[in-house]
């Protein structure tokens, strides 16, 4: 079995269940592994096999030191590379197209730098950029507040549509999210009524919730990117994107002393380790006293 052919058969199990945006991702990561092995082997992966390759070479560990002899290459970064080379090892073995090569491997230790959620001061200068009497102004600032205080990302945002909110009972369904998953969040009341708002500013019952200010065109990734863009600038947020705010969700809940569990379920995560990731950032700030954005009550009184 060549790499190539792995590969590919990789991607056909993995498309099954796997949005395009991870099988892009596993594509980029993975190219950077093939480019080892021809490097290595002096070969393409369209004909270097598994069974071919010497006994004692681990080309999973040998991925790893490759990666930390380049200079300025981060073991954050190493560690994205190696999940999805990990990732597709791992099929390769179960499908007995391999040896195991990622058995007892350690990757390097983490180093990123924790990412401050948004302070109070900051949404507020964030909040008044927002001409709330205009269809733009509305519109931006309902978008902010669903990633802000609701958790969502970016894409559940520009797919979100009128028969998914339930004002009634404070809650959002999510469809067809990341990995084809759907889950329900809390939504607070100023969040609806500013979705509310809007939607009466564009006389729309149905359909999608945001389009674009011309015409009715569903919002595309590249729109939101270019939002952000202009609030850093109006705002004077100079660390503002879009994730910070689902970051920012994540921490000021758990600081509200909301638990792990609830908020991997509204963040709609697949691995438990993922949420995880928060529960050390949130205990440095409520120690400190960090001004941090507060949720609202509604998280806090509901399941509770």
Do not use: W
Not at 100 to 105: A, F, H, L, R, S
Not at 125 to 130: V, Y
Not at 202 to 226: A, D, P, Y
């Amino acid at each position: 079995m060549t790499v190539k052919h792995a590969y590919e058969c990789f991607l056909a199990d993995r498309s099954i269940y796997c949005s395009p945006q991870t099988l892009i991702s596993y594509s980029g990561h993975i190219s950077v592994f093939f480019r080892y092995l021809t490097e290595k082997y002096n070969a393409s992966v369209d004909v270097i096999d598994f069974a071919e390759l010497p006994a004692g070479d681990n080309i999973y560990s040998g991925f790893i030191l490759y990666l930390r002899t380049k200079g300025g290459v981060k073991n954050v970064t190493i560690r994205s590379y190696c999940r999805a080379v990990k990732a597709f090892l791992k099929y390769c073995y179960e499908e007995d197209y391999c040896k195991d090569y990622i058995k007892k491997v350690k990757l390097p230790k983490d180093d990123s730098v924790p990412k401050m959620p948004l302070y109070i001061s900051e949404v507020s200068a964030i909040d008044s950029t927002f001409d709330l009497l205009t269809v733009k102004g509305r519109r931006n600032y309902a978008i902010v507040h669903l990633m802000l205080d609701c958790g969502l990302r970016s894409r559940e945002v520009c797919r979100l549509q009128v028969k998914d909110l339930d004002m009634q009972h404070n809650l959002l369904h999510i469809n067809d999210s990341k990995g084809n998953k759907s889950r329900i969040v809390l939504c607070p009341d100023f969040v609806f009524n500013a979705v509310y708002d809007y939607l009466k500013f564009k006389r729309r019952t149905e359909g999608f919730v945001f389009t674009s200010l011309r015409g009715n065109n569903v919002l595309v990734k590249n729109t939101i990117s270019q939002l952000f863009a202009d609030l850093k600038k109006e705002s004077g947020v100079e660390r503002l994107h879009a994730h910070l705010l689902r970051h920012t969700f994540a921490t000021s809940y758990l600081i509200g002393g909301g638990n792990l569990e609830f908020l991997r379920a509204f963040m709609g995560h697949y691995d438990y380790s993922v949420t995880k990731n928060y529960s050390s950032l949130a205990a440095q700030c409520k120690m400190l006293g960090a001004d941090i954005y507060q949720l609202d009550k509604i998280f806090f009184e509901r399941g509770y």
